[in-house]
């Protein structure tokens, strides 16, 4: 389906809009396909290799490859992949391959394997040593599964984490004409990502489990965890550490999960931008009220929302955003937390406990991890 034929079910407004961003990312370089994960031989004096587990609803295109489509699998798919960072990698971008894969200039996959689910989590388990964290990272709408992988790998380098990350994808259309099939297929999801947190969190092997979602991710991640709480898993939720980055959902949808849902033991976090284009454009395309991301922190019925539903919004407007949309300013919180450590900052801090609305003070804040926030300069207070 082409854009134009896509904007027939949406009002001009909607369309015109899309359109620009379209237009927009169109002037960026083409999106890499599944060629940049071919595994290379080579490797070069001062990459950094990263091991990256997934588990996936996408299919695969065929039974002996890593190549995943964008169809809906009957059943998750498993795999790692070793992937070399460059020794120039600038913190918060993917330095992606040109024509060649060049491992000294761009990141290249040296290594992977296709897994079963035992094997999965039996991988994930060993790799820790002293009961260390877990990662998983639940990527957004208009993705495809190398830009996924590749970008929690550079969060994991650029915050220099000591855990293991996990990519849960699922299929997304990757295409902005594909926001209604993309809301179809976290539904789809919601079992699969509730059944790995479940088996993660009930194996004691595994320390904490910090669960980091982007956009419709945000979405998906919620409705995993209203089932568990349904499903009366609270010891898994218990062992959640939940953060939500521009999180594309209606605000009454949000209400709603949340009032299933109850607090966690561990507060979630939210970060908003309300200057987030690209929440602006899922509005428009479901035609519903103003999606959670995009939260104004200065309106006393957030805050006081936040206290009661005992959440930390926390605006991150202040981080650069590299998207032109400001949907991506998350990317940016890995290299923030490795940069205070450098340069002798207040390094890692306790668990999150304050809940409200915040603002990210990129000189007061505090941060437990890149993907578990505490915001020291409560707004207003």
């Known amino acids: 389906m082409t854009n134009a034929q896509g904007c027939l079910h949406a009002n001009r407004a909607s369309c015109l809009l899309i359109m620009a961003i379209t237009l927009f990312l169109g002037g960026c370089a083409a999106r890499p396909g599944p060629e940049v994960l071919r595994t290379i031989e080579a490797r070069v004096p001062g990459a950094q290799t990263v091991t990256i587990y997934a588990a996936t609803t996408r299919e695969r295109a065929a039974e002996n490859a890593n190549v995943f489509t ?102 997304s259309q990757a295409a902005i004409a594909g926001y209604v099939a993309d809301k179809e297929s976290v539904t789809y999801s919601r079992d699969a990502l509730a059944d790995l947190l479940a088996a993660l969190a009930r194996d004691q092997r595994i320390g904490t489990i910090t669960v980091f979602a982007h956009s419709m991710g945000g979405w998906l991640t919620v409705e995993a965890l209203r089932q568990l709480r349904l499903s009366g898993q609270n010891d898994i939720l218990d062992r959640l550490t939940v953060v939500l980055a521009a999180p594309d959902i209606d605000v009454d ?27 602006r454009v899922s509005n428009r395309l479901s035609r519903t009220r103003m999606r959670v991301g995009a939260l104004d922190i200065t309106d006393p019925a957030v805050q006081q929302a936040a206290r009661e539903a005992r959440l930390a919004i926390i605006d991150i407007s202040s981080l650069e955003a590299s998207d032109g949309l400001n949907h991506d300013r998350y990317v940016r919180l890995a290299s923030f937390y490795a940069n205070r450590g450098r340069e002798g900052g207040d390094g890692p801090g306790p668990s999150l406990r304050r809940t409200g609305a915040f603002v990210f003070n990129t000189v007061g804040a505090t941060l437990s991890s890149p993907f578990s926030i505490v915001g020291e300069a409560l707004a207003g207070e």
């Open 253 to 279: 949808v949000f209400r709603a999960q949340m009032q299933v849902l109850g607090p966690m033991t561990q507060p979630m976090a939210v970060l908003v931008s309300p200057d987030d284009q690209a929440l």
């Open 70 to 171: 964008s169809g809906r699998a009957s059943q998750p798919n498993y795999s790692s992949f070793d992937i070399s960072v460059p020794p120039n990698h600038q913190p918060g971008v993917i330095e992606w391959p040109d024509e060649e894969i060049d491992p000294q200039t761009s990141f290249a996959t040296v290594g992977q394997s296709i897994l079963t689910r035992q094997g999965f989590l039996q991988k994930v388990a060993a790799s820790q040593d002293s009961r260390k964290d877990v990662l998983i990272f639940v990527h957004g709408y208009n993705y495809n599964f190398p830009e996924a992988l590749y970008r929690l790998t550079q969060m994991t380098v650029d915050a220099d984490l000591d855990n293991t990350p996990i990519l849960f994808a699922w299929p």
